[in-house]
């Protein structure tokens, strides 16, 4: 591709949009699947542009060969994969003409593609993930770059299953929102749309080159740590998700930082992850909930582990402040009454004299006691600035992203932007909470003179390195 290949393909996608309403996302996400090496699945109802979706994808790639079948139940091998040899039966060999065909395509477009029959699709898996048709005694090599697949409806069974994992993307596409019907009428016919320039289309090279690039780009630890715990939840949730997906998860993640010129998997381009996990459009809004209340926020500092922190110590202070003691001098020691302490009382037998404490009064506490105190609010305070850094700077990241990004969802940046904002406002009152228990504990009744007796610490989950 051209140095300036973000440029290049914000030009393409421009292109592509034309005239399309309330597909943004869906185009994008079928680009980057095809610059990726992987396939689209369109999960919605006839009618919503997933075929223009695929023709338009088309053109996106020079010289690239298109192929377009509608399946139904009664469809046969002949219609994806071509007719049989007449000469090659002659000679007695199973062949078919694949000229024209699946097999020699490099963008497809298979509309209904799970009412074909198993024998179908337990041949397209092979062609889908390892790029080979098996043509009579042989293999042959395919030119595919990716397929997009169409569907109403998923059925679940297993060769379905099998088949449903090659699609990396899936992408439910609904009916134009009401908001924005107007605007569909207004597009008419044909929707307005050009074909792409030539001086935009890309070419192998374009696409090794790029290949090339995302096989260096790095993965740092904050995106690893977010997949290892997402792979929890959908374990938790009794989700199964293959290595194999999320290999090719990673690697289509390489290709969006590598599209945009990073040498690194920036941790907001997990954003993209619903559409290359989740089964389905409920599943992936939650998936996109769990990401938008997680991403930005560092699980050993988040606000309610800090909330149960500054509460500890709210609570240490109001049973400081209400606490009742024995009554002490000047020095310290225990008061006890003249009467007490006068030589000439003893007990009937003539015994000693019991000294008797006269009474007890709110409890006091020396220097070393408060000055402990209050180096551990200074401490949690130090952590809770560091998370408040953390926290801004993880919102400028958000925004640079945000003005550069080809390929994640407005809606969800825009989600992630309002959770690391939420964060910052409860990190900023737990500051404050904790800014006042400090002078809570620097208000406590003194001792005229320190005891030196430094009190327990106050107990709580500990925080976590970030």
Same mark, same amino acid.
């Given at each position: 591709?051209?140095?300036?290949?973000?440029?290049?393909?914000?030009?393409?996608?421009?292109?592509?949009?034309?005239?399309?309403?309330?597909?943004?996302?869906?185009?994008?996400?079928?680009?980057?699947?095809?610059?990726?090496?992987?396939?689209?699945?369109?999960?919605?109802?006839?009618?919503?542009?997933?075929?223009?979706?695929?023709?338009r994808l088309h053109t996106v790639f020079r010289d690239?060969?298109?192929?377009?079948?509608?399946?139904?139940?009664?469809?046969?091998?002949?219609?994806?994969?071509?007719?049989?040899?007449?000469?090659?039966?002659?000679?007695?060999?199973?062949?078919?003409?694949?000229?024209?065909?699946?097999?020699?395509?490099?963008?497809?477009?298979?509309?209904?593609?799970?009412?074909?029959?198993?024998?179908?699709?337990?041949?397209?898996?092979?062609?889908?993930?390892?790029?080979?048709?098996?043509?009579?005694?042989?293999?042959?090599?395919?030119?595919?770059?990716?397929?997009?697949?169409?569907?109403?409806?998923?059925?679940?069974?297993?060769?379905?299953?099998?088949?449903?994992?090659?699609?990396?993307?899936?992408?439910?596409?609904?009916?134009?929102?009401a908001a924005s019907f107007g605007a569909l009428l207004?597009?008419?016919?044909?929707?307005?749309?050009?074909? *792409? $320039?030539?001086?935009? /289309?890309? !070419?192998?090279?374009?696409? =090794? #080159?790029? &290949?090339?690039?995302? @096989?260096?780009?790095?993965?740092?630890?904050?995106?690893?740590?977010?997949?290892?715990?997402?792979?929890?939840?959908?374990?938790?949730?009794?989700?199964?998700?293959?290595?194999?997906?999320?290999?090719?998860?990673?690697?289509?993640?390489?290709?969006?930082?590598?599209?945009?010129?990073?040498?690194?998997?920036?941790?907001?381009?997990?954003?993209? *992850? $619903?559409?290359?996990? /989740?089964? !389905?459009?409920?599943?992936? =809004? #939650?998936? &996109?909930?769990?990401? @938008?209340?997680?991403?930005?926020?560092?699980?050993?500092?988040?606000?309610?582990?800090?909330?149960?922190?500054?509460?500890?110590?709210?609570?240490?202070?109001?049973?400081?402040?209400?606490?009742?003691?024995?009554?002490?001098?000047?020095?310290?020691?225990?008061?006890?009454?003249?009467?007490?302490?006068?030589?000439?009382?003893?007990?009937?037998?003539?015994?000693?004299?019991?000294?008797?404490?006269?009474?007890?009064?709110?409890?006091?506490?020396?220097?070393?006691?408060?000055?402990?105190?209050?180096?551990?609010?200074?401490?949690?305070?130090?952590?809770?600035?560091?998370?408040?850094?953390?926290?801004?700077?993880?919102?400028?990241?958000?925004?640079?992203?945000?003005?550069?990004?080809?390929?994640?969802?407005?809606?969800?940046?825009?989600?992630?932007?309002?959770?690391?904002?939420?964060?910052?406002?409860?990190?900023?009152?737990?500051?404050?909470?904790?800014?006042?228990?400090?002078?809570?504990?620097?208000?406590?009744?003194?001792?005229?003179?320190?005891?030196?007796?430094?009190?327990?610490?106050?107990?709580?989950?500990?925080?976590?390195?970030?």
């Amino acid at each position: 591709m051209q140095p300036k290949r973000s440029a290049r393909l914000k030009a393409i996608i421009d292109t592509l949009e034309r005239g399309l309403v309330e597909r943004r996302h869906s185009v994008r996400l079928c680009l980057l699947a095809a610059l990726a090496g992987e396939h689209t699945l369109l999960i919605g109802p006839p009618g919503t542009a997933k075929s223009e979706l695929a023709r338009r994808l088309h053109t996106v790639f020079r010289d690239a060969r298109y192929f377009e079948r509608l399946l139904t139940r009664f469809s046969v091998p002949e219609e994806l994969f071509g007719p049989l040899s007449i000469k090659a039966l002659e000679e007695d060999r199973y062949e078919r003409h694949i000229d024209g065909f699946l097999p020699d395509a490099s963008i497809a477009f298979i509309d209904e593609v799970f009412k074909a029959n198993s024998a179908i699709l337990n041949a397209l898996l092979t062609l889908l993930n390892e790029r080979e048709f098996d043509n009579g005694a042989g293999r042959v090599h395919c030119p595919l770059i990716s397929a997009i697949g169409a569907t109403n409806a998923v059925p679940e069974d297993e060769v379905a299953d099998a088949f449903f994992d090659r699609f990396l993307v899936r992408v439910p596409v609904a009916a134009v929102s009401a908001a924005s019907f107007g605007a569909l009428l207004q597009v008419g016919p044909g929707c307005g749309w050009t074909p *792409l $320039p030539t001086g935009l /289309a890309l !070419d192998k090279n374009d696409l =090794a #080159a790029l &290949a090339t690039e995302a @096989a260096t780009v790095g993965i740092p630890a904050a995106p690893l740590a977010v997949l290892a715990e997402l792979r929890q939840y959908f374990e938790a949730e009794k989700v199964y998700i293959s290595d194999r997906r999320w290999v090719k998860i990673v690697w289509l993640l390489r290709v969006a930082a590598a599209s945009e010129g990073r040498s690194a998997v920036a941790l907001w381009d997990l954003l993209l *992850l $619903p559409w290359l996990t /989740a089964h !389905d459009a409920p599943r992936q =809004a #939650a998936v &996109a909930d769990w990401l @938008a209340a997680r991403l930005g926020v560092s699980e050993a500092c988040s606000p309610e582990r800090l909330t149960r922190i500054v509460e500890a110590f709210e609570a240490q202070l109001d049973a400081e402040q209400k606490a009742n003691d024995l009554d002490y001098d000047a020095s310290g020691r225990l008061k006890f009454s003249a009467a007490d302490l006068a030589q000439d009382i003893g007990d009937a037998k003539g015994g000693a004299a019991a000294p008797r404490m006269t009474y007890s009064r709110c409890r006091r506490y020396g220097e070393t006691h408060i000055g402990a105190r209050v180096g551990q609010i200074d401490a949690l305070l130090a952590r809770i600035a560091d998370y408040a850094k953390e926290i801004s700077s993880q919102r400028e990241s958000l925004v640079a992203y945000r003005a550069q990004s080809l390929w994640v969802d407005e809606n969800l940046t825009d989600r992630g932007a309002a959770a690391v904002a939420a964060t910052a406002a409860a990190i900023a009152r737990l500051a404050e909470r904790a800014r006042s228990a400090r002078s809570g504990f620097l208000s406590l009744p003194r001792l005229e003179q320190d005891n030196g007796v430094a009190p327990e610490p106050v107990v709580y989950e500990s925080v976590g390195e970030h």
